[in-house]
């Protein structure tokens, strides 16, 4: 039987940087997000016109991915229950009661999803250099290529009012850990 690593594209994960199979060497950015449907709408018109600039300027590929998971709340509702049991007040425990009860509704209606967001900045095989090369210098050349694209990228999300960051290599196993064993919680 094969191992599943074997049909990965990724080779290694190394300072901060992801190698690929196909010679191409990335990074990943962890972006906060922005609530447009509770924006006004001239802010909205900002946001698409910022959103369309940040586009136009790129000379690079990116990749915009949105990683989903249900939350499971239940330790939150159990954190009520004790609160609750705690309060001597009555009216702030019928209170307490009350509110279990309307996030419990919700979760039934509603699945409680947590999003992630992030950006993939890659350099081409092409772009490192033709030619075996070795893998320190190969790392070298890709942090020369995508230190400057990293921040061109981070400092025009800012403008659309997002923080982003780029993952480390804890981060990044974590992150491919997590895409590849979606049924568990942490590495």
Known sequence: MTP?????????IRGDLIILKNGNVALVLSTSAVNFALLFETEQISIIESFAGLLNSLSFPIQISIMSRRLDVSSYLTTLEQAKARQSNPLLRAYTDHFRGFVESIIKENNV???????????SGTELGIGRINLQEKLRRAATILSPRRDHLIKQLSRLGIKAQQLNTVELVKLFYSIYNPNTETV
Do not use: C, G, N, R
């Open 4 to 12: 599943s690593k074997h049909f990965l594209p990724i080779e290694d």
């Open 113 to 123: 999803l947590d999003k992630q967001f992030y950006v993939t900045i890659s350099a």
